[in-house]
């Protein structure tokens, strides 16, 4: 018997303490659980808001890939003599240039109404800075996203910037020489104006079908997500306050500056309209956490829900002007911009107040 | 003004009046928020129709931000006076349609509004009356968002609980929130005015907002200073003036003034405990710096840009650190802070000249700078400053976990893996020796979530090795950071009441002493009759060890810091080394074993050569020394943190405590064990070190891919449960796994060996007579 224990003894003490075990497993921990807030909140509308969007976005880029195929197959037909496929056949590149640019708002402009959430979820944030928002190693060496675009015949673009405004927009609108095949009249109205242009038939492919797989890319991921509160917190208190750079951008396009823009994005739309488009995405995003907030801090919530409806108005009402004509100067420009700034300092601390009533941990 | 335009302006005017008398009385109070925000957006109308050249609706704003201000009737007298001050600016600006001049108004008027707000706030906190300070709280400004700060709110949480008893603590929360955001806003309002390629409306409404803001610092300037603040407002109040009239001269003046106070002092000084975590962010960034940037660069060029750009992200967060400090460190040695100002300049400019590619300095170079920046650093910070701060690791991890996303998302994986690791290794020499005496579980959940997974969801390190998307990492990170923040909460919540940590102690000790006894049980059982000499050397060893275990504790008394750098590799070393020697004696044993049971008769080995009896004397000092050293050596590490927490004397009370238990099973087991028949003991015993070996392999594995001397590739689809790895040293990396098998087949082959060696030698001594029969 007392064999059959040793032997037992030493097993048992060997399973216990085989090599570097934790010391002090079996201590009862007074670990304090963090307040979990998710439950009763269902974030569920605001990944079908993004889904749907994204969605239509990528019907956007299917349409603009096809059609920056068919340009390409044309230009290909001259060997890329753009001033020969332009004397041979001007109308049918005036209407693919057309619908480029259309197929490129599409998709842009249903990207923008998704941008709030894309840009201010952490684990979504990357397709934000590929698609939209990332600069090119030429502008920020430091802050550009590391990638290559290959085009088809065989030039190396590297850390080219995002899709959308450092690639796509330039070379559609002319505003980046490189990008550009050839300045047309493509209104024939007589003269070569801003945005008139052939794009540089590789680079456009290029980028067209790239943009479409970061596109699905980015759809899979917003399939995968499971948002949190945290995430929709997060997204608001991230987004919110940048509306300065976004009016800065405004001050500097086309827009306001004209033919002297600096900014090569933001001439196929106006920037107002992003802006627009990004507080859509956050409204909606609120309405989502809205009942939490309101049950927490009711004022807290009127003033939130004020805060949106007053900036959600204040850029819907310059966006309507502009739309309507009002060509604003740089110092109204200026002016609006630090006004928007205010208000959505405001809005982005009083959020964030609220995700720490709730207890919901914003992401840094 | 033309005479038809000033006929409107009465007209509009008086209609106003009326317009705004019959709101006044006919409807309910509005909240303080909603009427401060009428006035700044009459004013902003206002500044739009001016811009516009519509004075005429600008004069009809004004007079509608008059009519909301009236709702503001229970601000304060001076900051309703300071109001009453904006909006009288306001009146002649639109008269005499001077834009600018309306935009400083409208600063000074927000500027009031805040400064009245707060001041009410704090009078009806003092009085324990959160509803009305809850709504006073509404109407304030906010910190800008940045990538290394959110909006502070603390003031909103600290109205939500407050009582009748805790008024006094929250009036100190509320000024410590909104003093440090009226700060920092007055230094970048300061800024703007002081830029003169912004336009000249912002710079107006700022020198407004400087005016009313500096009204709200004044008294913890008084308070910290005992200073006369006469010449300050002077200063503040002409900015704008100053600023109107075209004199930059005067401006710069008044700029300058103000800068030097924002400069020496903090209206809402750090708590003791945040200068302690600011002080350990800022010692732990800075220590990442030469890391990633000695990784980045190769002599005069930059091989990987990713990592100059954590080293610039890292410099960036020592900065933060080093500025929220500054001011103490004034204190402490003004011209030693300035120094290190300047080499922390330097480095940044380094650091951002090689990002940039313009000009790179060699690694040595910048380790010498930030090792001269850390030198002087620790010179200057106060002892308490120094000590562990684990709040400070939680932070440092976060800003490393940023990097391996970041790293991920650039497609780097390398560059993620060695981000990784550098979180982890924060981690396990920072909190979990903490957390492993008072929460395991979540030390389990972490080493998992940090490695191959936990609980069936994937681990970093396996997600990295098998290339996961950005989204998969982030998800991995989350969980992360949920566990770490519970950690974190944890650790903050610690009781460190003297019986929890004699308790704690103890287990540690008995629970390494256990493992120690195990191993020398199983080493020495076979140990007896004529081999019972041998347990001697091994005796020593573990004297030897003990000693070496207490001279450690006292070095990690006195260097824990450094200690803790070089921990997981020295124990890497160590088990290396037992491994080695376990491997020799392992094979021994069984050599041994069959030499003594079937060639008793043969006693030449006894006249095995001295060096060969020397060599075996050493080998078992060193496994007895090695078995034992390896559990004291964790055994000092894991009590660090105990003694932190409630000083070496109650630790070694628990030390005592356990060493007693682990001697009394010991007693038992060698009983128990001598009592054994001789064959049996030698069965388990060979099984019991076998399994030691091969636990003991798969940790060591494990611990040299935690410091990188080993690759780590996955084993797709394997996941393990966490016990596995804990109890029997098996992760689902190849190199863990491939190595406990050659372990496990040098023990078995090992045995085989013997045996048939043994065979073979047996037949030979049957077969020799008749050789010797034949033989001529």
Redesign the interface.
């Given at each position: 018997m007392r064999r059959i224990l040793a032997c037992m003894i030493l097993s048992g003490t060997l399973l216990l303490t085989a090599c570097g075990g934790a010391p002090g497993q079996q201590t009862a921990a007074p670990t304090t659980a963090v307040p979990a807030a998710e439950a009763d909140v269902d974030l569920a509308a605001v990944k079908n808001y993004a889904l749907d969007h994204g969605r239509q976005m990528k019907e956007g880029t299917v349409a603009l890939a096809a059609s920056a195929k068919a340009y390409y197959d044309l230009l290909a037909g001259h060997n890329f003599d753009y001033e020969a496929a332009w004397a041979a056949d001007p109308a049918t590149l005036t209407d693919l240039v057309t619908t480029i640019k259309a197929n490129w708002l599409t998709a842009s402009t249903h990207y923008e109404l998704d941008e709030g959430i894309i840009a201010g979820v952490p684990s979504l944030a990357y397709y934000d800075v590929w698609i939209d928002a990332g600069p090119s190693a030429e502008e920020d060496p430091a802050e550009a996203l590391e990638w290559t675009l290959t085009l088809p015949d065989g030039r190396e673009l590297q850390s080219p910037g995002n899709f959308f405004h450092s690639l796509l927009e330039p070379a559609i609108w002319g505003t980046h020489g490189d990008f550009s095949g050839l300045p047309v009249d493509l209104s024939g109205d007589g003269t070569v104006e801003m945005g008139e242009v052939l794009p540089d038939a590789n680079l456009l492919l290029a980028a067209a079908q790239g943009l479409d797989g970061a596109t699905q890319e980015m759809l899979t991921a917003v399939e995968a997500w499971q948002p949190t509160m945290s995430d929709a917190f997060t997204a608001l208190v991230v987004m919110i306050p940048t509306m300065n750079e976004y009016f800065e951008q405004w001050k500097l396009s086309a827009f306001v500056a004209g033919e002297n823009a600096e900014e090569h994005a933001f001439i196929g739309t106006s920037r107002l309209f992003d802006i627009n488009g990004i507080l859509n995405g956050l409204d909606f995003t609120y309405d989502s956490l809205a009942a939490r907030v309101e049950a927490t801090n009711p004022e807290l919530h009127a003033q939130i829900d004020s805060g949106f409806a007053d900036l959600r108005g204040y850029v819907g009402d310059l966006y309507s002007q502009e739309q309507g004509g009002t060509a604003f100067t740089a110092e109204q420009a200026d002016l609006f911009g630090t006004e928007a700034q205010t208000k959505a300092t405001a809005l982005a601390g009083r959020v964030a107040q609220a995700a720490a009533l709730l207890n919901v941990a914003i992401a840094e | 003004m033309s005479r038809s335009i000033r006929t409107d302006v009465v007209i509009v005017g008086l209609l106003l009046c009326l317009v705004g008398l019959g709101t006044t009385a006919s409807a309910a109070p509005r909240?303080p928020?909603?009427a401060a925000?009428t006035v700044g957006?009459e004013l902003?109308a206002a500044?739009?129709a001016l811009?516009g050249d519509d004075t005429v609706a600008a004069i009809a704003h004004v007079e509608q931000a008059r009519v909301a201000a009236v709702e503001l009737d229970s601000l304060p007298p001076e900051p309703a006076a300071l109001l009453d001050r904006a909006l009288a600016a306001a009146g002649t600006a639109v008269q005499t349609g001077d834009g600018d001049a309306l935009a400083g108004a409208r600063g000074l008027a927000r500027g009031a509004v805040y400064w009245g707000s707060y001041l009410a706030a704090r009078a009806v906190t003092e009085q324990g009356d959160a509803e009305t300070a809850?709504?006073w709280l509404?109407v304030?400004?906010?910190?800008?968002?940045t990538?290394?700060s959110?909006?502070?709110?603390d003031a909103?949480?600290a109205i939500?609980d407050l009582t009748a008893e805790n008024a006094a603590d929250t009036v100190a929360r509320l000024d410590a929130d909104l003093l440090d955001t009226y700060q920092a806003r007055l230094g970048e309002y300061l800024a703007v005015v002081a830029s003169t390629s912004e336009?000249r409306?912002?710079r107006a409404?700022s020198a407004g907002l400087v005016a009313a803001y500096w009204r709200i610092l004044a008294p913890a300037y008084i308070d910290q200073n005992g200073a006369d603040i006469a010449e300050v407002t002077s200063a503040a109040d002409h900015l704008l003036p100053a600023l109107l009239a075209g004199d930059e001269s005067a401006t710069d003046e008044a700029v300058t003034t103000l800068q030097g106070v924002l400069d020496g002092f903090r209206a809402a000084p750090l708590a003791p405990a945040e200068q302690a975590r600011r002080a350990g962010q800022l010692l732990r960034f800075l220590a990442l710096v030469p890391i990633e940037y000695g990784r980045g660069v190769q002599g005069d060029k930059v091989l990987i840009?990713?990592e100059i750009?954590e080293a610039?992200t890292f410099m960036a967060g020592a900065t933060a650190a080093f500025a929220d400090l500054r001011l103490s460190l004034m204190e402490i040695d003004p011209a030693l802070t300035a120094t290190i100002s300047e080499q922390m300049a330097r480095v940044t400019t380094d650091l951002d000249a090689a990002?940039?590619?313009t000009s790179v300095v060699p690694a040595e170079t910048m380790t010498g700078a930030v090792a001269g920046i850390t030198d002087g650093l620790k010179t200057l910070f106060p002892p308490e400053w120094l000590e562990v701060d684990t709040d400070a690791d939680f932070d440092v991890v976060?800003s490393v976990l940023?990097q391996v996303?970041a790293a991920v998302?650039?497609?780097?994986y390398k560059l993620a893996e060695s981000a990784r690791l550098e979180g982890y290794a924060i981690f396990d020499f920072g909190p979990e020796p903490r957390l492993?005496?008072?929460?395991?579980?979540?030390?389990?959940e972490i080493d998992g979530l940090f490695w191959q997974g936990y609980n069936g969801r994937p681990g970093l390190a396996q997600a990295i090795a098998l290339k996961g998307?950005?989204?998969e990492i982030?998800?991995i990170?989350?969980e992360l950071?949920?566990a770490l923040?519970?950690a974190q909460?944890?650790l903050g919540?610690?009781?460190s009441a003297p019986g929890a940590i004699i308790s704690?102690a103890a287990?540690?000790v008995f629970?390494?002493g256990?493992?120690a006894?195990?191993?020398l049980?199983?080493l020495m059982a076979s140990m007896v009759g004529a081999y019972a000499g041998l347990r001697r050397p091994m005796v020593l060893g573990v004297v030897l060890a003990l000693l070496a275990t207490a001279v450690t504790w006292w070095i990690a008394q006195q260097v824990l810091s450094q200690l803790a750098h070089f921990g997981e590799r020295l124990e890497a070393v160590v088990s290396l080394i037992a491994i080695g020697v376990l491997l020799l004696i392992t094979n021994w044993f069984f050599h041994k074993t069959y030499w003594k049971d079937w060639i008793a008769g043969f006693h030449a080995q006894k006249r095995q050569l001295l060096s060969a009896e020397t060599g075996q004397f050493l080998g078992l000092v060193v496994l007895g020394f090695t078995s034992m050293y390896?559990e004291g050596f964790?055994?000092v590490l894991?009590l660090q943190a105990l003694a932190l927490e409630a000083g070496p004397t109650i630790v070694l009370q628990g030390v005592a405590l356990g060493a007693v238990a682990v001697l009394i099973?010991g007693l038992?087991?060698f009983k128990?064990?001598a009592?054994?028949?001789y064959k049996?003991m030698l069965v388990?015993t060979g099984v019991?070190i076998g399994?030691?070996l091969v636990?003991?392999v798969g940790?060591t594995v494990h611990v040299m891919q935690a410091v990188g001397w080993l690759g780590i590739t996955p084993i797709k689809g394997l996941v393990l449960p966490y016990w596995a790895g804990?109890?029997?040293?098996l992760y689902a990396t190849w190199q863990g796994i491939i190595a406990q098998l050659g372990a496990a087949a040098f023990v078995i082959g090992s045995y085989y060996l013997a045996e048939g060696m043994q065979n073979k030698r047996r037949k030979e001594i049957v077969r020799r007579p008749q050789t010797e029969h034949t033989t001529p």
């Open positions: - | 909240p928020w909603e925000e957006d902003f500044q739009t811009l809850r709504q509404l304030r400004d906010f910190r800008t968002s990538r290394f959110r909006p502070g709110a909103t949480l939500r336009l409306h912002r409404e840009d990713l750009q610039v990002n940039r590619k976060a940023d996303e998302r650039a497609g780097d492993l005496a008072f929460a395991p579980a979540l030390v389990a998307s950005p989204e982030a998800a990170r989350a950071d949920t923040k519970q909460v944890t919540d610690l009781n704690n287990i540690i629970r390494e256990l493992e006894v195990v191993i049980a199983a390896r964790e055994t894991f099973v038992i087991t128990l064990q009592r054994l028949p049996k388990w019991l399994v030691v636990t003991m940790k804990l109890w029997f040293g």
